[in-house]
């Protein structure tokens, strides 16, 4: 069964930012927004990997939701591209869902 979460995307962090999440030693660099794990229904705000060693295998990466960001220690490269991304894709982002393993925005019923 499809989970439909109703998220705000705006204010977002960059790809390279790095971070420590609550209950975790290690700090996590930002290497991808707005995704889902194979074979999960959730959507994350975030996936990363250890910092500083970086991506390994695959079941080294770490999903997240800004929720559990305790520390901010570098924000990432943000450009006009990064600018651009932020204001024309994520802060319009609706509400998302996942289909068929697939996230795809729910489309709006309100007139």
Do not use: W
């Not at 194979?38 to 999903?63: A, T």
């Not at 943000?78 to 697939?102: H, P, S």
């Amino acid at each position: 069964m499809a989970e439909k979460q109703k998220k705000d995307y705006k204010g977002l962090l960059p790809l390279g930012s790095v971070v420590s999440l609550k209950d975790m030693d290690p700090k996590v660099f930002i290497s991808g927004r707005i995704v889902c794990a194979e074979g999960d229904d959730r959507i994350y705000d975030y996936v990363g990997c250890i910092y500083p060693e970086g991506m390994g295998k695959g079941d080294e990466l770490i999903f997240f939701d800004r929720e559990a960001v305790e520390r901010l220690y570098f924000i990432g490269y943000q450009d006009e591209y990064e600018i651009a991304f932020r204001t024309e894709v994520l802060d319009k982002l609706g509400e998302l869902e996942i289909v068929n393993g697939e996230m795809v925005e729910v489309e709006s019923t309100d007139e």
